[in-house]
Nanobody, 127 residues
């Protein structure tokens, strides 16, 4: 069982930055690909970024490419999402999720394929 807890959300002005963190339980964290998703009111949950088990491969959705950076620290059982140049349309609940896989290349992770989810952290981008 992998437990995930997100933190770092909050209110930020347009153009600002936030770093989200996801703390995981120790259970085989390094065997999982990790993803950051978000869900805005009335919209489907969408994948923003993913990172493979060894941090050698990452994926970014077009909507966040060049603005967001995903990273992980397997020694600390943590995954991060650095978010820059935030826009009002980035307002959503952000979730981290884990999928048991050790592929050398990470691609699009599907909501239905993820094995574990955190409860989410709210990010509000507003002036």
């Amino acid at each position: 069982q992998v437990h995930l807890v997100e933190s770092g959300g909050g209110l930020v002005q347009p153009g600002g930055s936030l770093t989200l963190a996801c703390a995981t339980s120790q259970a085989a964290f390094a065997d999982h690909a990790m993803g950051w998703f978000r869900q805005a009111p009335g919209k489907d949950r969408e994948l923003l970024s993913a990172i493979n088990w060894s941090a050698s491969s990452t994926y970014y959705a077009d909507s966040v490419k060049g603005r967001f950076t995903i990273s992980r620290d397997n020694a600390q059982n943590m995954v991060f999402l650095q978010m820059n140049s935030l826009k009002p349309e980035d307002t959503a609940v952000y979730y981290c999720a884990a999928e048991l896989q050790r592929s050398p290349v990470v691609g699009v992770l599907s909501v239905g394929d993820m094995d574990y989810w955190g409860k989410g952290t709210l990010v509000t981008v507003s002036s």
